[in-house]
């Protein structure tokens, strides 16, 4: 069974950091792409950072560009989200996923509230 766990969400204040963690299991997790999408209240997803199956590559949004990093334990089927300097805009549900091909996976999300 293929499972994507979202972990270290919560509420920080403006130009606080917290380290987003996604857990695979179910899968050969050093074949795939991963990624991380966030959804804003009554906004689309969109994409924030992704990073190669070797960890070799790595994609940001403009807007994060600078403050958050993405890196993969391939050892560890974990890939993160090291977030720093967080804005008020930042606040959001942050998606674990997982591509190969023609393969795609989603974790259910982790809240993520940047607010005084």
């Known amino acids: 069974q293929v499972q994507l766990v979202e972990s270290g969400g919560g509420l920080v204040q403006p130009g606080g950091s917290l380290r987003l963690s996604c857990a695979a299991s179910?899968?050969?997790?050093?074949?795939?792409?991963m990624s991380w999408y966030r959804q804003a209240p009554g906004k689309e997803r969109e994409l924030v950072a992704s990073?190669?199956?070797?960890?070799?590559?790595?994609n940001y949004r403009d807007s994060v560009k600078g403050r958050f990093t993405i890196s993969r334990d391939n050892g560890k089927n974990t890939v993160y989200l090291q977030m720093n300097s967080l804005k008020p805009e930042d606040t959001a549900v942050y998606y674990c996923?997982?591509?190969?091909?023609?393969?795609?996976?989603w974790g259910k999300g982790a809240l993520v509230t940047v607010s005084s």
């Open positions: 996923n997982a591509r190969f091909v023609v393969m795609v996976y």
């Open positions: 179910g899968f050969t997790f050093s074949n795939y792409d």
């Open positions: 990073i190669t199956s070797t960890g070799g590559t790595t």
